[in-house]
């Protein structure tokens, strides 16, 4: 598996198209809204409804891109997807009013989750015998790329121009472009023969669907440290407010360098359920030490906060290699990337309903609605082992044993 960086081969390949992608994600991540705000001139509520708009319809694009992946190439499916997502993001520079807006993010936003689905057969096929590790490495890689696009993007809003904002986007843009290119210097990925029987099998699957909404739930906490903490911060507490590029800094850190660790010894069904139960108590703990930074001292209220911070962080890698080892491990070959589709509507949902549910119980509840939340992440936890054990496949034949040689005879044989 890579450390640093890949053997020259596929996984390199991967590896750099994922992080010039990633350096125009952070660039639209971090001043995206401001240039429909501040260069566009859009109504904030606007934006918010366009956005919520696209998150919704982009939900069931996955499953859909992803059954294409499986049956037509995933290579050139998910090739696809970048290019769309390029010229939709071009198109943000002609959306002069709310309803090219709405069509513009709807078009990105879609192409960027039927990415994700479309990328999984890809994963598994060049990833090696535990494609689960080199996701891991892949995550560790997108918060290096993202890091590098924020910076960017602080320029762009340091400098406030029109044309500032303009010239963030066309980064994006070509970032996209090139991340397609790289990627078709890949070997195409075979299709996998159809087998007989139902073609939605991912959405029949009823524990891999109730896995896909515990993990959906557990997702929520990727939502605490850049809208909770941020507004908690500002509103609760005397800490510093450059505490809030502190605490992202510190998970950055934390991600970059031991998600690999992390989830090497989560390799079997089981261990990632028992790792979604420790990232549970966790975040319940993270959420009881944010809580009581407020009205104290501000040199008290950092400690706590960046200890809160360091806490979720390690529930965090937890989770995230639980999801890794859950979703690749319990999905047949032949159907990986609808399966992997299926698995993306928990996160799509999370970051629907995330930011209004924390809003709602930290922010205007307070103290209280912390441990409400933290309760959440850890009663989501104890029910994942029960859930793994109805999921774990049962049939040899139809889903992939952890850490089972890979099969190359298969598109998704990775």
């Known amino acids: 598996m ?132 080199f996701r891991a490495y892949l995550r560790a890689v997108t918060n290096i790329g993202i890091s590098l696009g924020a910076v960017l993007a602080g320029w762009a809003v340091q400098v406030g121009t029109h044309s500032a904002y303009q010239l963030m986007v066309v980064g994006n843009a070509v970032a996209l472009a090139a991340s397609a290119l790289i990627v078709l210097r890949l070997r195409p990925v075979e299709p996998a023969p159809a087998a007989d029987g139902p073609r939605w099998i991912a ?62 010894s989560i390799d079997t069904p089981t261990a990632g359920a028992l790792a979604y139960r420790r990232a549970g108590f966790a975040f319940l703990l993270a959420c009881v030490l944010i809580s009581l930074t407020q009205s104290i001292p501000g040199w008290a209220a950092a400690t706590l906060l960046l200890a809160g911070v360091a806490v979720h962080t390690i529930g965090e890698l937890w989770h995230a290699a639980a999801g890794f080892e859950i979703s690749f491990a319990l999905a047949p070959p032949r159907a990986t990337g609808q399966y992997l589709g299926v698995f993306g509507l928990g996160a799509g949902l999370a970051e629907a309903a995330g930011p209004a549910l924390l809003i709602s119980l930290c922010i205007t509840w307070g103290r209280p609605g912390w441990y409400v939340v933290g309760a959440l992440f850890a009663l989501t936890g104890l029910a994942a082992p029960l859930a793994v054990r109805r999921a774990r496949p049962h049939d040899p034949a139809a889903r992939p044993q952890p850490g089972a040689p890979v099969a190359h005879a298969g598109p998704l044989g990775a």
């Open 203 to 264: 959405l029949r699957d009823r524990p891999y669907l109730a896995l896909t909404l515990l993990d959906g739930i557990m997702a929520i906490q990727f939502k605490v440290l850049t809208v909770a903490v941020p507004l908690w911060l500002i509103a609760a507490t005397t800490a510093p407010h450059w505490l809030i590029s502190g605490t992202m800094l510190l998970n950055t850190v934390v991600v970059v360098t031991c998600q690999m660790r992390a989830g090497r």
């Open 2 to 133: 890579p450390h640093l960086l890949p053997e020259p081969g596929p996984q390199r390949t991967i590896a750099a198209s994922n992080f010039v992608y990633t350096v125009g994600s952070g660039l639209y991540l971090t001043a995206g809204v401001l240039y429909f705000t501040q260069a566009v001139h859009l109504p904030a509520a606007q934006v918010g409804l366009g956005l919520g708009i696209a998150g919704v319809l982009s939900l069931a694009v996955g499953i859909a891109v992803g059954h294409l992946a499986d049956r037509r190439g995933a290579r050139e499916v998910y090739a696809g997807t970048l290019v769309v997502q390029a010229l939709a993001t071009a198109g943000f520079l002609l959306a002069d009013g709310f309803w090219p807006f709405v069509v513009a993010v709807c078009a990105a936003t879609g192409a960027k989750g039927a990415g994700l689905a479309a990328r999984s057969p890809i994963i598994r096929h060049h990833g090696g015998d535990r494609p689960q590790e």
